[in-house]
Nanobody, 124 residues
Framework: QVQLVESGGGLVQAGGSLRLDCTAS????????MAWFRQAPGKERDLVAR????????YYADFVTGRFTISRDNTKNTVYLQMNALKPEDTAVYYC?????????????????WGQGTQVTVSS
């Protein structure tokens, strides 16, 4: 059983930056592909970015390409999401998720473990 804990959310002005951290415990972190999703009120949970077990392959949703960077440190059991040039429409609860076996999953139902989420609010 893997436990995921996110941190780093908060309130930031448009154009600012935040870094989200997600630390895993209870499993071998390098066995898992990781992803960040987000969910705004009244909307579906969307994939933001994902990274394979080694960090060698990443994917970004179109709406964050060029602004956000996903990375991981397997020695610290942590995946990161660096968010730059934030926009008010980036306001959401951000969740990290983990899955074994397949690195290219895009749907929330395909991920096995989830964190509790961290709120990101971008003011205009």
């Amino acid at each position: 059983q893997v436990q995921l804990v996110e941190s780093g959310g908060g309130l930031v002005q448009a154009g600012g930056s935040l870094r989200l951290d997600c630390t895993a415990s209870g499993g071998t972190f390098s066995n898992y592909h990781m992803a960040w999703f987000r969910q705004a009120p009244g909307k579906e949970r969307d994939l933001v970015a994902r990274i394979n077990w080694s960090g060698g392959t990443t994917y970004y949703a179109d709406f964050v390409t060029g602004r956000f960077t996903i990375s991981r440190d397997n020695t610290k059991n942590t995946v990161y999401l660096q968010m730059n040039a934030l926009k008010p429409e980036d306001t959401a609860v951000y969740y990290c998720a983990a899955v074994r076996g397949v690195a290219w999953y895009t749907r929330p139902s395909q991920y096995d473990y989830w964190g509790q989420g961290t709120q990101v609010t971008v003011s205009s």
